[in-house]
């Protein structure tokens, strides 16, 4: 049998090797060369980690962030740059999403 750990590493380097990995480094290498698009990529991911930090300890958003996203997002939808890189990286959950579940899937057998 091999070793559990090798075969992660093997998973990290194929992962690297996907056409849509290297598509969403290429587009985050785009944004960090665009002034505009990397300040509102920052107060994107900045916004976004306060408001699941608030989500997980329970506190519900006020009109007024839930509002702050939707303007937030429509400036994120508006630029190029961001919407080509939002598009990769979901295209890249794709993969990610389907590993994880089949990573898990002996963990969950247990529970069943």
């Known amino acids: 049998m091999r070793n559990i750990y090798d075969l992660a590493n093997e998973l990290e380097r194929g992962i690297r090797a996907l056409p849509e990995y290297k598509n969403l480094v ?11 698009a990397s300040a509102l990529f920052k107060e994107f991911t900045d916004f976004q980690e ?3 930090a608030k989500m997980q300890a329970g506190t519900m958003p006020t009109a007024e962030e839930q509002a702050a996203v939707q303007e937030l997002g429509q400036k994120v939808e508006a630029n190029a740059l961001l919407k080509e890189y939002l598009t990769a990286q979901q295209s890249l959950s794709v993969y990610l999403n389907d ?9 969950q057998e247990l529970n069943n």
Do not use: G, N, Q, S
């Open 50 to 52: 306060d408001f699941y």
């Open 26 to 36: 290429e587009k985050k290498e785009a944004i960090a060369t665009d002034a505009e």
């Open 99 to 107: 590993i994880e579940r089949i990573i898990f899937k002996p963990l």
